[in-house]
């Protein structure tokens, strides 16, 4: 029979785990009270600073331009993917068109488009500079981009154990961009930049695409401004839903637009934007229109290896595969379809692009390694293409003196 000497030790061991596990429970729940309460700082200061940039008292710029006249009837349009730092690659394909013509990128073309990263490269290609010429060449914006990419996609290290790496709040706070962006370019307004520049959004409040642009519209009907500043709308640009967090851009006016996203969501290659866009603005015309990629995906797998995948592996992929089949499809709609009087939207339609053996991270990576990867990609691309962009500088150059009369190129060599 058990004496009480004998239960002395189990109470005793009893009791300390009892006391351990209390203690171990007790510090699960400050340290989440902790974690919960911290990241809410974090967010809610990212919020404040972000409310703070887009609601300033704002002027109405007295420079609101309709589009400049084009007495020929044969429009130039650059098209440029999304891609978030991948934007070297195109970059470097510019690079080679620029030297190839002896032009500037916008000086060559009438109406230059982009989705995301390509929005912001269109926007950053037409600043104005001091003597009225583009403020920057492709091959400038090169370092420049290297810079503004480590602004946009820096993460500091509290705020990425807050919000567990991008899992439970957006990857990248953005905090201070803005205020980054206007003392690189200063506060420009859409309306002084040296061309027509047209890039999607998405306005979620709306539900509806939102077109941000640099010339007016006649038609009030298509939903966008020329109302912006340009430190705004490159914010605007670059709000990949889970990504950044959400913004609410306020116009010259002091008007908000309400909850504006990224056009990647819908729109990766914005073929259909563009043709969208420049006919609006120059309704009627013909188009010739050079469209350059990012790296579209290279990915092709077989039913073995992807059998076992649950959405962690297909999320990434899929993502991917969205962007490369609206690639395809926007491609083959500018070149096959027609307008309703019969004119093809495209008459002359050049697609520079090719598979990078990257992954999704590759689009935000800012490391030294992965962006000295992508402009040696952005590199080769435009040698394999040397032979393209070469007659594309000889069209544009002819288009621009008025001589419209050109060999129709439909397709990239490469291209089904």
Same mark, same amino acid.
């Given at each position: 029979?058990?004496?009480?000497?004998?239960?002395?030790?189990?109470?005793?061991?009893?009791?300390?785990?009892?006391?351990?596990?209390?203690?171990?429970?007790?510090?699960?729940?400050?340290?989440?009270?902790?974690?919960?309460?911290?990241?809410?700082?974090?967010?809610?200061?990212?919020?404040?600073?972000?409310?703070?940039?887009?609601?300033?008292?704002?002027?109405?710029?007295?420079?609101?331009?309709?589009?400049?006249?084009?007495?020929?009837?044969?429009?130039?349009?650059?098209?440029?993917?999304?891609?978030?730092?991948?934007?070297?690659?195109?970059?470097?394909?510019?690079?080679?068109?620029?030297?190839?013509?002896?032009?500037?990128?916008?000086?060559?073309?009438?109406?230059?488009?982009?989705?995301?990263?390509?929005?912001?490269?269109?926007?950053?290609?037409?600043?104005?500079?001091?003597? !009225?010429? @583009?403020? /920057?060449?492709?091959?400038?914006? %090169?370092?420049?981009?290297?810079?503004? $990419?480590? +602004?946009?996609?820096? =993460?500091?290290?509290?705020?990425?154990?807050?919000?567990?790496?991008?899992?439970?709040?957006?990857?990248?706070?953005?905090?201070?961009?803005?205020?980054?962006?206007?003392?690189?370019?200063?506060?420009?307004?859409?309306?002084?930049?040296?061309?027509?520049?047209?890039?999607?959004?998405?306005?979620?409040?709306? !539900?509806? @695409?939102? /077109?941000?642009?640099?010339?007016? %519209?006649?038609?009030?009907?298509?939903? $966008?401004? +020329?109302?912006?500043? =340009?430190?705004?709308?490159?914010?605007?640009?670059?709000?990949?839903?889970?990504?950044?967090?959400?913004?609410?851009?306020?116009?010259?006016?002091?008007?908000?637009?309400?909850?504006?996203?990224?056009?990647?969501?819908?729109?990766?290659?914005?073929?259909?934007?563009?043709?969208?866009?420049?006919?609006?603005?120059?309704?009627?015309?013909?188009?010739?229109?050079?469209?350059?990629?990012?790296?579209?995906?290279?990915?092709?797998?077989?039913?073995?290896?992807?059998?076992?995948?649950?959405?962690?592996?297909?999320?990434?992929?899929?993502?991917?595969?969205?962007?490369?089949?609206?690639?395809?499809?926007?491609?083959?709609?500018?070149?096959?379809?027609?307008?309703?009087?019969?004119?093809?939207?495209?008459?002359?339609?050049?697609?520079?692009?090719?598979?990078?053996?990257?992954?999704?991270?590759?689009?935000?990576?800012?490391?030294?390694?992965?962006?000295?990867?992508?402009?040696?990609?952005?590199?080769?691309?435009?040698?394999?293409?040397?032979?393209?962009?070469?007659?594309?500088?000889?069209?544009?150059?002819?288009?621009?003196?008025?001589?419209?009369?050109?060999?129709?190129?439909?397709?990239?060599?490469?291209?089904?």
């Amino acid at each position: 029979m058990p004496t009480s000497h004998d239960k002395t030790p189990r109470r005793v061991a009893w009791r300390t785990l009892f006391r351990g596990f209390a203690g171990v429970t007790i510090l699960i729940v400050i340290m989440l009270a902790i974690f919960v309460f911290g990241r809410q700082r974090v967010v809610t200061s990212a919020r404040k600073q972000l409310a703070a940039a887009h609601t300033l008292k704002r002027t109405i710029s007295p420079h609101n331009k309709v589009a400049e006249a084009i007495d020929r009837d044969l429009l130039s349009v650059l098209v440029l993917d999304g891609g978030g730092i991948r934007g070297l690659i195109t970059l470097e394909i510019l690079a080679t068109l620029e030297e190839a013509s002896g032009q500037r990128t916008a000086e060559l073309f009438d109406v230059l488009t982009g989705t995301s990263t390509g929005g912001i490269i269109a926007v950053l290609l037409s600043l104005p500079g001091e003597d !009225g010429r @583009p403020r /920057y060449s492709a091959k400038e914006l %090169v370092n420049f981009y290297r810079s503004f $990419g480590t +602004d946009v996609f820096s =993460v500091p290290g509290f705020y990425s154990a807050f919000t567990l790496n991008g899992i439970v709040g957006p990857k990248f706070p953005r905090i201070g961009l803005r205020e980054k962006i206007v003392n690189r370019i200063g506060d420009v307004h859409m309306a002084d930049l040296v061309k027509p520049v047209w890039f999607p959004s998405y306005a979620d409040t709306l !539900g509806l @695409p939102f /077109y941000f642009r640099s010339r007016q %519209v006649p038609s009030s009907e298509v939903p $966008g401004s +020329d109302e912006y500043y =340009v430190a705004d709308t490159l914010i605007a640009a670059t709000t990949v839903p889970g990504i950044f967090m959400p913004v609410q851009v306020s116009s010259t006016d002091g008007k908000k637009v309400g909850l504006i996203l990224d056009a990647t969501t819908y729109a990766p290659n914005p073929v259909i934007s563009a043709v969208m866009g420049a006919s609006n603005l120059y309704p009627g015309k013909r188009m010739y229109m050079v469209s350059i990629g990012t790296g579209g995906s290279s990915s092709k797998n077989k039913v073995s290896q992807v059998s076992d995948w649950g959405l962690a592996q297909w999320l990434p992929h899929v993502l991917q595969m969205m962007a490369h089949a609206d690639t395809a499809f926007e491609s083959e709609f500018a070149i096959d379809d027609n307008m309703p009087d019969g004119m093809p939207i495209c008459e002359h339609f050049y697609r520079i692009d090719k598979p990078f053996e990257g992954s999704w991270s590759s689009w935000f990576d800012v490391s030294d390694a992965n962006m000295d990867s992508l402009i040696a990609f952005g590199k080769d691309v435009a040698t394999e293409h040397d032979s393209e962009i070469e007659q594309i500088s000889r069209d544009l150059l002819n288009i621009r003196n008025g001589k419209v009369e050109l060999v129709k190129k439909s397709k990239s060599e490469g291209e089904p």
